[in-house]
């Protein structure tokens, strides 16, 4: 099956700093990726839609000044979480639409933990 | 306004019986559910799905019910296995939409 890596696994960074998070579709081309946020024991929240070649689109409440998001390939699609505060602290997990596949069968990468000090 | 919810956050059977997750959803509009089982600190990975064409989809010990009228889904693993121990999410789409998830139910299955 398709395959989507997100990587770092993992991330402990300072407050104030920035950190960026990459998503690649590896054996197929995605057109739309998309970036989610989990809390623990809540569900996965829709952050932003990322089309290639154009501009991310952001979900209410979410600032796309602190949420920069870039997708300028098929295959690589990265959020940049800026001026990271402890509140960003959270699992983000990207996904990416196979247009071969019928429907909604998203692809996820394996997440990324971000903890911020 | 959460259009898809699992009420029950946990779940706990022992090996070898059936598990039965729900989910309800509100938007009659939505035409094709999912659904989704995730370990701790990994991206969900895609389970089984059925189109709101159908009542009825299995593979293998796993088979998704759904009920229109009701605005109701559910997953039946059975055998239960303890390495289905997990959070199962539904999800539902229209019209190719963007998916709208539930808040997943801690599934554990005790040996």
């Known amino acids: 099956g398709a395959v989507v890596s997100q990587h770092p696994s993992w991330v402990i960074c300072k407050s104030g700093t920035s950190v960026k998070i990459e998503c690649r579709s590896l054996?197929?081309?995605?057109?739309?990726m998309f970036w989610y946020r989990q809390f623990p024991k809540q569900s996965l929240m829709l952050m932003a839609t990322s089309n290639e070649g154009s501009k991310a689109t952001y979900e209410q409440g979410v600032e796309k000044d602190k949420f920069l998001i870039n997708h300028a390939s098929l295959t690589l699609s990265t959020l940049t979480v800026t001026s990271a505060h402890p509140e960003d602290s959270s699992f983000y997990i990207c996904?990416?639409?196979?247009?071969?596949?019928?429907?909604?069968?998203?692809?996820f990468g394996s997440g990324t933990q971000l903890s911020v000090l | 306004d959460q259009q898809v919810k699992q009420n029950s956050p946990s779940l706990s059977v022992q090996e070898g019986r059936i598990s039965i997750l729900n989910c309800d959803y509100t938007?009659?509009?939505?035409?094709?559910f999912l659904w989704y089982k995730k370990y701790p600190a990994e991206g969900p990975t895609f389970l089984i799905s059925i189109s709101s064409i159908k009542d009825k989809n299995e593979d293998g010990r796993f088979t998704v019910f759904l009920n229109k009228s009701a605005k109701h889904l559910s997953l039946h693993i059975v055998p239960s296995q303890p390495g289905d121990s997990a959070v199962y999410f539904c999800a539902a789409s229209f019209s190719g939409s963007r998916l709208t998830f539930g808040e997943g139910t801690q599934l554990t299955v005790n040996p």
């Open positions: 938007n009659s509009m939505f035409d094709y």
């Open positions: 996904s990416a639409r196979d247009l071969t596949v019928p429907n909604e069968k998203l692809f």
């Open positions: 054996d197929f081309q995605a057109t739309t």
